[in-house]
């Protein structure tokens, strides 16, 4: 180990990172130059990677979970040879560069993740970590592990406060992921001050109580942490966290270890001192040490042979073991590719059942075909009819099974889930009540953000959950998933429409999707000759009623029903007129159709009303009125499901009254 090499890294480190955010005049230079000495260590050391080739499929992954020190890694990035070069480096935080002011992953060569929300990046690397065991899991074989590498995390005190956080360290725990390792870079500073102010307890303690294994060791002692990385190693049923003391902003000689240092730039007048003290010649900005790109160079080759090596070894397994190589080719299907294999269960008119139970028979189908289908519950499978039947639990001893098991973690369950779908060849899914979204929206906001493939399979979607009362009622929350840019939502009305709104989900792989599914039984409908290619679009005329109907009533999955039953009793009842029923599986996906398609579909010159109940957030721009809008903006009440929508005037009966009240 070349401590002299790894010295002029940190201090290449602190000097990049101290002149882009003085340069951007934004930025926290606290963490990058209290973690210089680690990070030379890790991207020189420890890490197994190649940043000529920065998507190799058997790299270790490293996360910065405190996201907002991003300059220590895109200063990593840059020195150790990814593709970031010191141009972009000086334009941090600026429009359009490759270095924003939070690390994003797929704008930034190096990045795995997309981190600055404080904890998902640690939560995201358990899903990293478990889909490492269970791909090593389906593929290894004894003399060939092609599939062997390590997940590491750097973490801070903030991450360390996030609720999210416990719950993603105590499902790793449980779960044993022995090649995750976490630092915790243990400051103890935060944005206010001493971290004494809000956050006193033993984190030591509590992540032993995890199930983790805990060390400690100096931020500045490379042995040391090379040490404990080796500890880490050693211990292959438990997590590990190293616990880093640090100092906040190290070099800096009046704000170092202070909380100004952490989120602003050092000003002219410390930057200087900081220099003069470090020995960074004030007249070269940006100034990088030579003995450290020699380093790196150095390194280069190192690298580049390790990868070659495991392609001779990947050669050589495929040939050896064809059926798993297969495997890996059919793993790297997470899309449209094997949808014709799929055998769907099959419906009629007048059959009924669940939303949730025609979605968990569709999942079943396509589990058996696409081997890359993982996922599950938190604590609600049996609720969520999310159980891959016919295969294993995923657990310490059972690493390939496919049945996840998060218990009552919504919110790192959907961390963990955008972990897995970020570590590739696996499609995730999770699932919970609708209304608990609400603890996974951070988490579901990223994964649209990411343009991840994750699938939210959300059940009890309506005040028909009934007796559970007002607190399992969703209102607001369609509404609020169908706001997030990127996130399509699909609310499907029967079995049928559970199929094709699967088929949309497996189609989508540039961004995640809700599935809005029933508690109640609901009536399989008639639909017209080659509804699905409309369906496809977002919406498709389930009921005609005539090309100039008097009133198109756009409704959405346990609605429909009631929607297509008011239209017929209206007609009989008024002789003459014409009701159209328009499905609307997808409102995002119809919206962004044509126009002139949408026309035909939703007819302009109709008296158009939304059969939605739930929030009327969204749907204003369909209708001339408010009175027009069959939807729900209070929370609702304890009771029987029919008797809840009877109290709220949500029934078939009150929609037929309200479509007369029109004419």
């Known amino acids: 180990?070349?401590?002299?090499?790894?010295?002029?890294?940190?201090?290449?480190?602190?000097?990049?990172?101290?002149?882009?955010?003085?340069?951007?005049?934004?930025?926290?230079?606290?963490?990058?130059?209290?973690?210089?000495?680690?990070?030379?260590?890790?991207?020189?050391?420890?890490?197994?990677?190649?940043?000529?080739?920065?998507?190799?499929?058997?790299?270790?992954?490293?996360?910065?979970?405190?996201?907002?020190?991003?300059?220590?890694?895109?200063?990593?990035?840059?020195?150790?040879?990814?593709?970031?070069?010191?141009?972009?480096?000086?334009?941090?935080?600026?429009?359009?560069?490759?270095?924003?002011?939070?690390?994003?992953?797929?704008?930034?060569?190096?990045?795995?993740?997309?981190?600055?929300?404080?904890?998902?990046?640690?939560?995201?690397?358990?899903?990293?970590?478990?889909?490492?065991?269970?791909?090593?899991?389906?593929?290894?074989?004894?003399?060939?592990?092609?599939?062997?590498?390590?997940?590491?995390?750097?973490?801070?005190?903030?991450?360390?406060?996030?609720?999210?956080?416990?719950?993603?360290?105590?499902?790793?725990?449980?779960?044993?992921?022995?090649k995750l390792i976490v630092f915790y870079d243990s400051n103890r500073i935060s944005i206010e001050g001493s971290t004494d102010l809000a956050f006193t307890e033993d984190v030591a303690g509590r992540y032993r109580a995890f199930g983790w294994q805990v060390l400690e060791v100096s931020a500045y002692d490379y042995q040391g942490m090379r040490d404990a990385v080796h500890q880490a190693k050693s211990q292959d049923s438990q997590p590990s966290l190293i616990i880093l003391t640090s100092t906040i902003g190290k070099g800096a000689p009046t704000k170092a270890g202070t909380a100004g240092i952490h989120g602003a730039p050092l000003g002219a007048e410390e930057l200087s001192a900081t220099k003069k003290a470090l020995g960074i010649p004030e007249d070269h900005p940006f100034f990088i040490h030579p003995e450290a790109l020699a380093y790196f160079k150095e390194k280069a080759s190192g690298w580049a042979q390790a990868q070659n090596a495991w392609n001779a070894q990947l050669a050589a397994w495929k040939k050896a073991h064809p059926e798993n190589a297969a495997l890996l080719e059919q793993l790297g299907k997470r899309g449209p590719e094997l949808l014709d294999q799929v055998e769907w269960p099959a419906y009629k008119p007048g059959d009924t059942g669940a939303t949730?139970?025609?979605?968990?028979?569709?999942?079943?189908?396509?589990?058996?075909?696409?081997?890359?289908?993982?996922?599950?519950?938190?604590d609600l499978a049996p609720s969520n009819n999310t159980n891959l039947q016919g295969f294993p639990d995923m657990d310490g001893s059972n690493p390939g099974g496919r049945n996840l098991h998060f218990g009552v973690r919504e919110h790192a369950m959907g961390a963990i889930s955008n972990g897995l779908a970020l570590y590739g060849n696996l499609r995730p899914f999770c699932a919970t009540f609708l209304v608990f979204t609400d603890y996974m929206r951070p988490?579901?906001?990223?994964?649209?953000?990411?343009?991840?493939?994750?699938?939210?399979?959300?059940?009890?979607?309506?005040?028909?959950?009934?007796?559970?009362?007002?607190?399992?009622?969703?209102?607001?929350?369609?509404?609020?998933?169908?706001?997030?840019?990127n996130m399509v939502v699909l609310r499907p009305g029967d079995g049928d429409e559970s199929n094709l709104a699967w088929i949309m989900a497996m189609e989508r792989t540039n961004g995640p999707v809700v599935l809005s599914l029933t508690r109640q039984n609901l009536p399989v409908y008639e639909k017209?000759?080659?509804?699905?290619?409309?369906?496809?679009?977002?919406?498709?005329?389930?009921?005609?009623?005539?090309?100039?109907?008097?009133?198109?009533?756009?409704?959405?999955?346990?609605?429909?029903?009631?929607?297509?039953?008011?239209?017929?009793?209206?007609?009989?009842?008024?002789?003459?007129k014409t009701v159209r029923v328009v499905s609307?599986?997808?409102?995002?996906?119809?919206?962004?159709?044509?126009?002139?398609?949408?026309?035909?579909?939703?007819?302009?010159?109709?008296?158009?009303?939304?059969?939605?109940?739930?929030?009327?957030?969204?749907?204003?721009?369909?209708?001339?009125?408010?009175?027009?809008?069959?939807?729900?903006?209070?929370?609702?009440?304890?009771?029987?499901?029919?008797?809840?929508?009877?109290?709220?005037?949500?029934?078939?009966?009150s929609l037929v009254r309200r479509m007369e009240d029109l004419s």
């Not at 270790?60 to 405190?66: E, N, Q």
């Open 1 to 178: 180990m070349n401590t002299k090499a790894l010295d002029a890294v940190a201090l290449s480190i602190r000097s990049l990172s101290m002149d882009a955010i003085e340069a951007a005049k934004s930025g926290h230079p606290g963490l990058p130059m209290g973690m210089a000495e680690f990070g030379a260590l890790l991207f020189g050391e420890i890490l197994t990677h190649n940043p000529q080739d920065p998507a190799w499929m058997n790299r270790d992954r490293f996360v910065l979970s405190a996201g907002h020190g991003s300059m220590f890694l895109y200063s990593l990035l840059h020195l150790s040879g990814y593709d970031l070069p010191l141009s972009e480096v000086k334009r941090f935080r600026q429009v359009g560069s490759l270095t924003p002011g939070h690390p994003e992953f797929g704008h930034t060569a190096g990045v795995e993740t997309t981190t600055g929300p404080l904890g998902q990046g640690l939560a995201n690397a358990v899903g990293f970590a478990l889909g490492e065991r269970h791909l090593a899991a389906r593929l290894n074989t004894p003399e060939f592990p092609v599939i062997d590498h390590y997940t590491y995390v750097l973490a801070g005190d903030g991450c360390m406060m996030e609720g999210l956080t416990s719950e993603a360290a105590s499902f790793a725990g449980h779960q044993g992921l022995g």
């Open 584 to 653: 609307m599986i997808s409102r995002e996906l119809f919206l962004s159709q044509d126009k002139t398609w949408r026309r035909a579909t939703v007819p302009p010159k109709s008296r158009v009303m939304v059969v939605e109940i739930a929030s009327s957030l969204g749907w204003e721009g369909f209708v001339q009125d408010r009175a027009d809008l069959f939807t729900l903006d209070s929370f609702g009440i304890s009771g029987p499901g029919s008797e809840v929508a009877e109290h709220f005037g949500l029934d078939v009966h």
């Open 443 to 485: 988490a579901m906001r990223l994964a649209a953000l990411m343009k991840l493939p994750v699938i939210y399979i959300m059940t009890h979607d309506s005040i028909f959950v009934g007796e559970d009362g007002p607190t399992h009622q969703p209102v607001e929350h369609l509404a609020v998933a169908r706001a997030i840019p």
């Open 528 to 576: 017209p000759a080659g509804w699905e290619q409309d369906a496809l679009r977002g919406a498709y005329i389930l009921y005609r009623g005539s090309d100039n109907p008097d009133i198109c009533l756009v409704a959405t999955g346990s609605e429909v029903h009631i929607a297509l039953d008011a239209a017929k009793r209206y007609e009989s009842a008024n002789p003459g």
């Open 356 to 378: 949730r139970s025609t979605s968990g028979k569709a999942l079943n189908a396509l589990a058996k075909v696409y081997p890359g289908i993982i996922g599950g519950s938190a």
